[in-house]
């Protein structure tokens, strides 16, 4: 097999997005642009790398890391300038190379692989992939001669109306032979609407110079899709979402309505697990099987195991284990980790704690910075108070403690297994096993007291 190589167009600022941030780091699904790219071209088993950054490459060079090798534009002088800034990477070298941009989010590696093997077999020195837009506006357009072919491609502002006309468009994506990409790049010149370096124009030069230039259809336009400002965002979104749920629903998850699902590119939801509509489910969550997740639920950064139901409620970098449940209107936040069999209720806050199997916290309780054991009653509102206005304690339940209705653990402070804290009591003393702790005022009934009073 020949040397494949891939160039990624990413130095354009993105006017269009009206952003701070830089165009190809715009998400979609949450992973942004480059990187919907490059992990398709990781798949299609392309191993040498390019991408092209410029103003704010940095930002970049964060996201994508080592997983790919980097050329700097420092002017934005066009997609075929952009491409020579690669030459002392690439120029010399044997092979073909692949050129998509990072604002086609949507592409699949089958479709990269089947435009190599497109462009091989036709010994081309040039393929490029097109599709049949139903709006093509913006797009540049396959020129095509009488018998069919591809002559040369025309950007949108320099088109006449007659090519305006035409629905084939560039989808942005190329295969050339490297060595002839290289030679025709240094013959483009800016003399357009734009005033820029065409990469585009490579395709009317190796024409000139009879070599093989062919174009390879794709038929399915979604995924060529250009993402040049928020409405095609959002549209983009649109089609991978689809794409997202309809790949978990053939894996065996079920969805009430995945028209309102929104699942992030990287999560992962095991069989017979059932969503309901309006639910967001983001980051690296991790979802097992035979779980239920009710409308209104958002579940971040997460790692849920098996047989789990969570009532519209809110997860962020939470755990739960097999059988525990939660909602509806909980907050689970960072390191919380619920265990087997716990019950969490609703409106109930848990962070930075652990709660043992067969807990019960029915209503209305705030957990934080604390460890509790297995099979605890904890009552309706009860608080963990936890920060002293300085610094965060700690706070120890052992197993098969019962805490009262409305009690406060000021931390730190150890509720031993076996003991009962009455109803309303600020604890600030750790108890012994089997204590009953009570601290409040005693009640006083003054008879008949209640006939002065104003009511
Ligand atoms: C480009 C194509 C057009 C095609 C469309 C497909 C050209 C001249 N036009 O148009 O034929 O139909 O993509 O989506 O190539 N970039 C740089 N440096 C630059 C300019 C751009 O790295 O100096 C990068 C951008 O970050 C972007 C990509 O190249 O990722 C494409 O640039 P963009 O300005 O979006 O081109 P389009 O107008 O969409
Ligand atoms: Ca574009």
Partial sequence: ???????????????????????VLHQVCGKTMVEH??????????????????FGAETVEQRLGHRTKYALQEQQLGTGHAVMQTKNLLANED???????????????????????????????ATILTSIAPDPTGYGRIVRNDVGIVERIVEQKDATIQEQAIKEINTGVYCFDNKKLFAALSKITNDNAQGEYYLTDVIGILKQENEIVTAYKMDNFDESMGVNDRVALARANKVMRNRINTHWMREGVSMIDPNTTYIDADVKIGRDTVIEGGVVIKGHTEIGNDCYIGAGSRII???????????????????????????????????????????????????????????KVGHLTYIGNATLGKNINVGCGVVFVNYDGTNKHHTNVGDHAFIGSNSNLVAPVNIAKDSFVAAGSTITDSTEQYDMAIARARQVNKENYAKKLPW
């Fill in 37 to 54: 790219v490059l992990t398709q071209l990781e798949k299609a088993k392309i191993d040498n790398i390019i991408t092209i950054v410029g």
């Fill in 95 to 125: 092979g073909e190379t692949i050129i998509v941009s990072g604002d086609t989010p949507l592409f699949t590696a089958e479709t990269f692989e089947k435009l190599f093997e497109y462009h091989e077999q036709r010994h081309a020195a």
């Fill in 301 to 359: 950064d997460s790692k849920i195991h098996d047989g789990v139901k969570i009532i519209s409620s809110t997860l962020q970098e939470a755990e739960m284990h097999n059988g525990s449940d939660i909602g509806p209107n909980s907050h689970l936040r960072p390191e919380a980790e619920i265990g087997e069999n716990v019950h969490i209720g609703n409106f109930c806050e848990v962070k930075k704690a652990y709660i043992g199997e067969g807990t």
């Fill in 1 to 23: 097999m020949t040397k494949r190589n891939a160039i990624i167009l990413a130095a354009g600022k993105g006017t269009r997005m009206r952003s701070k941030l830089y165009k």
